[in-house]
């Protein structure tokens, strides 16, 4: 090493590039000379196996993946010989009976003292919460946010034993616009509400391009069913 960077400080860097490349080839041939016939051997079968390795690899990644689907159960029971597959559109509702029976849950809320002086470090902060609550008693408009709701079309279908619901919002149609599908996914905690703001965006035409949206609420969440069955 120190020969080189001797050289280096003698000759222009593209010839220390092919000294130094020089210097390697003689070195590494040398070491090969030196090994007997076994060591040889084993040595280009670890090559000819790292280079295996290395083309399985990369040929592994520019495979295309996809999602396995399988014939699973999460319904209540054992699983029927057939099952309604149709796709059913749904409303959101409520009446005034549960708005009332929420109320008076509300009210029938104990509260317990916070912490001193420890903000949200332990938990959501009591005296806070009151606020919330009493906006959420006396001042929010469930009526409204219904309506909100019911903005885009609903829809219901059965999977593998589940209720699972979904948002299905189609683009106004034009001439000469490519419509590409488009699966949104909440996260958790979350729900479809969240897409709400973005989908008057995607299911407007730009440039020609515009989307066909489904967001639909992952099971246990929303208006899609719970799973009946542990999970694997």
């Known amino acids: 090493m120190q020969l080189l960077l001797k050289i280096s400080e003698l000759v222009p860097p593209s010839r220390t590039f092919l000294s130094s ?5 003689s070195f590494c041939r040398d070491a090969l000379l030196g090994l007997d016939l076994i060591q040889r051997q084993a040595l280009v079968g670890s090559a000819v196996a790292a280079g295996g390795l290395l083309a399985y690899m990369v040929h592994r990644r520019r495979q295309v993946k996809t999602i396995p689907l399988g014939e699973g ?3 209540a029971g054992e699983k029927p010989l057939t099952e309604d597959d149709k796709i059913y559109p ?3 509702e409520t009446s005034e009976e549960e ?5 008076e849950r509300i009210d029938r809320t104990r509260y317990s003292d916070p912490l001193e002086d420890s903000y949200f470090h332990y938990g959501f902060n009591s005296t806070h919460l009151k606020k919330v609550v009493s906006y959420w008693r006396h001042e929010f408009d469930w009526n409204k946010q219904v309506a909100v709701l019911n903005k885009y079309p609903h829809f219901k279908t059965k999977i593998e034993g589940v209720d699972v619901h979904f948002i299905h919002v189609r683009p106004p149609h034009r001439e000469n616009q490519t419509v590409l599908p488009l699966m949104l ?3 958790w905690p979350g729900s479809f509400y969240e897409f709400y703001r973005i989908l008057p965006l995607l299911t407007e035409s730009r440039d020609g391009v515009v989307f ?6 992952i099971p246990g969440y929303g ?9 694997r």
Do not use: M, R
């Open 185 to 187: 996914v909440h996260g």
């Open 73 to 75: 159960w999460w319904g």
């Open 223 to 231: 208006f899609s069913e719970a799973p009946h069955k542990q999970g």
């Open 90 to 92: 749904f409303k959101v």
């Open 21 to 25: 490349t020089f210097l390697c080839h």
């Open 212 to 217: 066909e949206v489904i967001c639909p609420s």
């Open 99 to 103: 708005i009332k029976d929420l109320h």
